[in-house]
């Protein structure tokens, strides 16, 4: 069955033995395009739709892409001018339908796609960026000890502080306008959630606050950021070889200048081992495999540096991000903000001073529901999920799809179909609640995604949502400010589902 043309094989063909004939590229030619003719009218795949043009090449990312970030909203539009199944490319299909996307991720948990090894920094495969099922497996088993609930509750400590150091710092904000008598304070709420996030990381995973909220420059989260810019960059320009190359020269260029990432990591990692102490951090956990029975499940320090990188990214612009846009939804519907706060009054009346617990904020249903209502409208994976058929495959048990093919699974538009979700576009945290009119459809729901490539770090990420947004509400009045809520129309998604602007104002007060 013809569906595909061999990757490289017109190229090859001429190169290598008839250099360019005219003949020969006409035959070339006929074939290429009787070969998507027949994928477009007769193949497979020529019932599901898609752009007529999609069906003729595997156009680089960055065709999507323009402006930059914006590729989720090309695919958007294609499910919703198209329907749940969409072809998005010669290579890609995009699916929105939940059945289709848990037998994708769940039941028959496919492989990662290829895209995903333009994360893989200087050719070091992650738990996040391999595609290799065994690999994954033992890193999976070896790692996640650092993330069970139990070792999760020995770290709410470093959270809770710093959490306090946030407050402190809005708080010295509010006390400096009333100098100044410049009231309310404005504060840049994202910007300062990017810089906690940064810093529960760096003290959870190896025991360093960067001080990114005191203001500190170091220079980690900025190195780590432009790596990551760069990787986007390349996943978007995969499948233009020269483009590629000349970005894999400059990286190596930036690289060669830039603050040493490897060498600050091993450093830390050197000391540790030298010292003979133990910290409760997750460092501590990737240290303590080299001590393991099993080969395969010893980390060697440069596995360890790479994890440890793969969490400051991984487990830093998604929380702020998700908890960044749920304050900006609580001052778009102030009936919202109220209710959460009068749970959280109640919980912790305000005449009693106790510190918050999250064993008691994670059985609270409104607070639940305003983050869950959050990841529903505003899924950190914006972008899609993306999985590879490794043999033939039937897909919904109608759609065969031939090897190969990437299938990417959009769980936005899943999210917001309103054959799940009535009223999808609104925000409503009470559709999350037992007994509500309109009730959540969790089998269309997937924000940490499902499967044995699911996030790692959801109860970690769940944790600190909890403790941040909820003292953020209890403590402190909020009010709009105009510019910020207009930036709210520019978003984007580089790696993770972001403000355009990277800043989001918010006018504070003192309860
Ligand atoms: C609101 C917060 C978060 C959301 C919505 C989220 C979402 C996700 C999603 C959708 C995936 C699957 C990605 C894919 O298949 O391409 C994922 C994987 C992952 N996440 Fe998260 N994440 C969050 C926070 C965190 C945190 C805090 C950490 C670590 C501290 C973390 C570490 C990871 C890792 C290591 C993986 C790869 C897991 C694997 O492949 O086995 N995430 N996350």
Request: charged content about 25%.
């Amino acid at each position: 069955m013809v569906d595909r043309l061999p990757e490289g094989f017109i190229r090859t063909f001429l190169e290598e033995n008839v250099k360019y004939s005219p003949a020969v590229i006409a035959v070339a030619t006929g074939y290429f395009v009787a070969s998507r003719l027949y994928r477009v009218y007769l193949g497979p795949t020529s019932v599901i739709p898609g752009n007529f043009i999609d069906n003729f090449f595997n156009l680089p990312l960055i065709y999507y892409n323009l402006p930059l970030g914006k590729r989720y909203k090309n695919f958007i539009d294609l499910h919703q001018k198209y329907g749940p199944v969409v072809r998005v490319s010669s290579q890609a299909i995009s699916v929105a339908d939940k059945h289709m996307i848990k037998q994708i991720l769940h039941d028959d948990d496919l492989p990662k796609g290829r895209n995903y090894k333009a994360f893989q920094f200087e050719g070091h495969q992650t738990l996040f960026s391999t595609i290799d099922k065994d690999f994954h497996k033992t890193r999976r088993r070896v790692v996640s000890p650092a993330f069970s609930v139990k070792y999760l509750s020995a770290l709410e400590m470093y959270m809770s502080a710093e959490v306090d150091v946030l407050n402190d710092h809005i708080r010295s904000a509010i006390k400096s306008a009333k100098q100044l008598g410049t009231e309310p304070a404005e504060v840049d709420m994202w910007q300062l959630l990017q810089r906690t996030a940064l810093d529960v990381i760096g003290t959870t995973a190896f025991d360093q606050s960067f001080e990114m909220v005191k203001g500190g420059q170091h220079p980690l989260p900025k190195a780590i950021s432009d790596d990551l810019s760069m990787s986007a960059l390349r996943a978007s320009t995969a499948g233009l070889p020269i483009i590629s190359n000349i970005i894999d020269l400059y990286l190596k260029y930036q690289k060669s200048k830039q603050f040493d990432i490897s060498k600050f990591m091993i450093k830390i990692i050197e000391e540790r081992l030298k010292s003979g102490k133990r910290k409760n951090d997750i460092l501590q956990i990737l240290i303590d495999t080299q001590k393991a029975e099993l080969k395969n499940d010893r980390l060697d320090n440069q596995d360890i540096v790479q994890e440890n990188i793969l969490f400051l990214i991984a487990g830093s612009e998604t929380t702020s991000n998700t908890i960044g846009f749920a304050i900006t939804h609580l001052i778009e519907y102030p009936e919202v903000l109220r209710l959460l706060r009068e749970e959280l009054d109640d919980l912790y009346p305000r005449d009693v001073k106790a510190d918050m617990k999250h064993e008691d904020l994670k059985n609270l249903p409104y607070l639940n529901a305003v983050l869950n209502e959050t990841m529903r409208l505003k899924p950190v994976a914006m972008g899609g999920l993306v999985r590879e058929t490794p043999s033939n495959y039937l897909l919904g048990g109608k759609y065969h799809i031939p090897k190969n093919m990437l299938l990417s699974c959009a769980i936005y538009s899943c999210q917001v179909n309103p054959e799940y979700w009535p009223e999808p576009m609104a925000f409503k945290p009470e559709r999350w609640l037992e007994d509500s009119d309109i009730p959540a459809d969790k089998d269309a729901f997937f924000p940490f995604s499902v499967g044995s490539r699911n996030c790692i770090g959801k109860n970690f990420a769940w944790m600190e949502m909890r403790l941040i947004l909820a003292s953020f509400v209890y403590n402190f009045d909020i009010a709009p400010v105009p510019e910020s809520i207009e930036g709210l129309n520019d978003l984007r998604q580089f790696v993770t589902y972001t403000i355009a602007s990277n800043s989001y104002k918010v006018k504070v007060s003192e309860r």
